[in-house]
């Protein structure tokens, strides 16, 4: 059968990937620092879409920008009031051969782990991005001009003026789809290599997809819709859609179930027939997609979402029991707000984190002004701040973690998820709280292995970086200055040689003690492997720090011996120290200096105890 792949806008990609994570916007920002952006509904156009283009400009500079893997950004600084509002973004870095092509990213207010198959989504959509980023020869990278893979731009879904708006502009980008037509041979059609991607995840989306002429034959359908008929891909491909799909009672019918007049994308109720007849209510999102050369010349075609589509109507007393009483039993807390803020729904589990005792329920009160709930800085949860009153005002989608009773390890974590719900046909509040203590456990226990050294507890070297970024940003921004100070252990290897590596490690730890001592609480102090450490110390206002105090007092502190199983050590160090009070380098160039001086160091007391030659 003829396929057709989504070749489309940047617009219709960055959908695709706001979708696969369910977030609140989505980015595609160029390593020269173009960007194109997208929101959904659940923020205004104008501040999501300025928040988020400085958000991915930012992007640009971190760390793991101009890697392979996917990484984390947050906002440095918003507007938003609290915390929990600031904008956080999962980010793919994308190539073209091993040149950087550019960041697919996805914004939220808080981003869970991406499972497996998000991660094989957003990589394949930032491929595709990449592909299509201009070359030398003016058109996209991969495009193949004269091919039968032509470009054709579709009539606009909504009609002039509407959806996709990009920063800066307000214009509509225009999809485009790329029909991927039959060999010279009457063969099997072969995508080229974004095709396939677009391909790969038409197929792998968890709603059911079916392309269609605007005759009504199927040209494409994936795995999903195939299981929802009972039917395989094959048995489908040129079949008509009619057969499979129709109206729901009252509804209008046009060519394969699409209503061709309709000028937008309606969300209609269809009905699908199974194999055996069954059928099935399903919601459906049309979208009418111009003529593609060998798939819908002419008519266009026809690319239709289909889901299944939950209804009371028909619903056995026993089944809304049997309904009540899974939710009753969940052992996450569930609870639903209606639009004045009443609790309408709620679980055992949800009332006892709210602190109410067993056999008590908050259904039919407003939520508690007070609870054992607390913020992770320990400020107790009011109601007015409660994730799911904020859902009910905002209209968006909300995530904060919360602690429940206790100190340290004997606090409970709760993660509080909420979004808008209808309820009796009005806005409404959907509110899920889970017991994530032993997630919260393992995520420090791996932040520790990640971020910091394990013998000696110090920061490690990319948390170094990262604070030193962090420093030479405020620095930019506020004034002041950074020192960066650079110790290697004079002697070290001798002790490991006679004494052993376990009682070199216990010197290495005593001496990060001493360091860690002899320094601000606010400084940073990393080990780097071996026997070097490193110290960054921000200052406010113009005066430089004092290096040669600073390398005076570390050196005091470093003179005692260092007693250990009984044996005493004298270590010394050779000690080089760079600042600046512009942040003009980058932290790895300023650690390079500060290497250097360090070595500096090292060479001038090597040749004065040698003495004149």
Request: proline fraction near 6%.
């Amino acid at each position: 059968m003829a396929e057709v792949a989504l070749r489309g806008s940047v617009d219709e990609t960055l959908q695709l990937a706001l979708d696969v994570c369910l977030g609140i916007g989505a980015f595609w920002v160029t390593p020269a620092g173009t960007v194109d952006a997208t929101v959904s509904d659940a923020m205004p156009p104008e501040d999501g879409l300025r928040r988020i283009e400085h958000l991915a400009r930012d992007c640009l500079s971190h760390p793991a920008a101009a890697g392979r893997d996917l990484f984390w950004n947050a906002e440095v600084s918003t507007e938003a009031d609290t915390a929990d509002r600031c904008l956080a973004c999962v980010v793919v870095p994308a190539r073209v051969g091993e040149a950087p092509a550019g960041l697919l990213g996805v914004v939220d207010t808080w981003l869970p782990e991406p499972d497996e198959a998000q991660r094989a989504a957003l990589a394949a959509l930032a491929a595709e991005l990449a592909e299509s980023q201009p070359v030398d020869g003016g058109g996209p990278a991969g495009t193949t001009h004269g091919s039968g893979a032509d470009l054709f731009a579709p009539e606009p879904a909504n009609g002039p003026g509407a959806p996709s708006v990009h920063p800066g502009t307000g214009a509509m980008a225009t999809p485009t789809v790329a029909a991927v037509g039959p060999c010279a041979n009457g063969g099997a059609p072969t995508p080229g290599p974004v095709d396939g991607l677009a391909l790969d995840v038409l197929r792998h989306l968890p709603d059911a997809v079916v392309v269609t002429r605007g005759d009504g034959t199927i040209v494409f359908v994936n795995d999903r819709f195939a299981h929802m008929v009972g039917r395989t891909v094959e048995d489908l491909a040129g079949s008509d859609v009619r057969s499979v799909v129709s109206a729901s009672p009252g509804g209008a019918p046009g060519a394969g179930g699409i209503d061709p007049g309709s000028g937008h994308r309606p969300v209609r109720r269809l009905v699908v027939t199974g194999r055996s007849g069954e059928e099935l209510p399903v919601t459906a999102v049309d979208v009418r997609v111009g003529g593609v050369g060998g798939v819908g010349a002419g008519g266009g075609c026809f690319v239709t979402v289909l889901r299944p589509a939950p209804s009371a109507e028909g619903c056995s007393a026993a089944t809304r029991i049997d309904c009540v009483d899974l939710v009753g039993n969940l052992d996450d807390g569930v609870l639903c707000l209606d639009g004045t803020g009443t609790v309408v729904l709620s679980n055992r589990v949800a009332d006892r984190f709210h602190g109410l005792a067993a056999g008590r329920t908050l259904v039919g009160s407003p939520l508690p002004d007070m609870t054992g709930l607390c913020t992770e800085d320990g400020q107790p949860l009011t109601a007015e701040s409660h994730p799911g009153l904020l859902a009910l005002r905002e209209g968006a989608a909300c995530a904060v973690q919360l602690v429940l009773g206790g100190d340290g390890d004997r606090q409970q974590h709760v993660t509080v998820t909420a979004r808008p719900f209808p309820v009796d046909g009005h806005r409404g509040a959907l509110v899920v709280l889970h017991d994530s203590t032993n997630e919260w456990l393992e995520q420090r226990r791996l932040t520790q292995y990640a971020l910091y050294d394990p013998l000696t507890g110090l920061a490690n070297r990319y948390l170094l970086l990262e604070e030193l970024r962090r420093m030479l940003l405020l620095l930019g921004r506020q004034g002041g200055a950074v020192a960066l100070v650079y110790l290697d252990l004079d002697g070290f290897k001798q002790i490991n040689d006679e004494y052993g590596h376990d009682m070199g490690d216990e010197v290495l730890a005593a001496v990060a003690r001493r360091l860690r001592g002899a320094v601000r609480s606010d400084d940073v102090v990393a080990r780097l492997g071996g026997d070097e450490f490193v110290i960054a110390h921000a200052s406010t206002g113009d005066r430089l720090p004092d290096g040669d105090l600073v390398v005076s007092r570390l050196r005091k502190v470093l003179s005692a011996p260092f007693r250990v199983r009984s044996q005493a050590f004298d270590v010394g160090a050779s000690i080089g120290w760079v600042s600046t009070v512009r942040g003009e380098e980058g932290p790895d160039a300023l650690l390079a200096k500060a290497d250097r001086a360090m070595y500096l160091q090292k060479r001038n007391r090597a040749a004065a105890r040698r003495g004149p030659t």
